[in-house]
């Protein structure tokens, strides 16, 4: 494993213990068997680490993610949320306590949001590209012409997020099968008023 790895698995190890106000760079290196100055050769700062941590993460959800415009009117409307369902819950359950950790370094937050806000990018815009697929669907007729789809979509990823939020907090671990049996109760009731 290059040290750039060790590096970035040691800061996700820290801040998952510590929390990101509680992460010293120092930490990290010694976990990752390096000195600080090499961790410094690689990353800028422990924000820095932090945000290659959060796209590492995101990669696999937004592989799955923007492929969903694309599925319009193939295979089934539930097949595909359920993939996208799967995902989000799979990045959330990964990402909560790392997304959570910038909420106590306020400075940090904000430098993070006005990035976000330039390249366009956040946690929102998985909800509009839902939004999109489900419009898109509408617009063909396999998806009911009376429903909202931004609410569709924040209601699906907003029951996904609620989910592996509760996991996280009473600190319970997941079977796959559990995963994959909730994603199937929330598209049940979600089906009816999403079809035609």
Known sequence: MELRDKIIEAAEQVIRTNGLSKTTTKEIARIAGCSEGSLYNHFQSKE?????????????????????????????????????????????HLSIVMTASMFTEPDFLARHRQDFQQRNEGPHRSNEIVTIYVLAEQKIGRVNSDINPRSMADLLLGACFQHAFHLQFLGEDEPEEARKQFVENILKGLMKGLLP
């Open 48 to 92: 820095d680490l932090f945000i290659q941590i959060m796209k590492r993460h995101l990669q696999v959800y937004l592989a799955v993610l923007l492929k969903l415009p694309g599925r319009k009117g193939t295979r089934t409307v539930k097949e595909n949320l359920e993939e996208i369902a799967l995902a989000a819950l799979n990045f959330f």
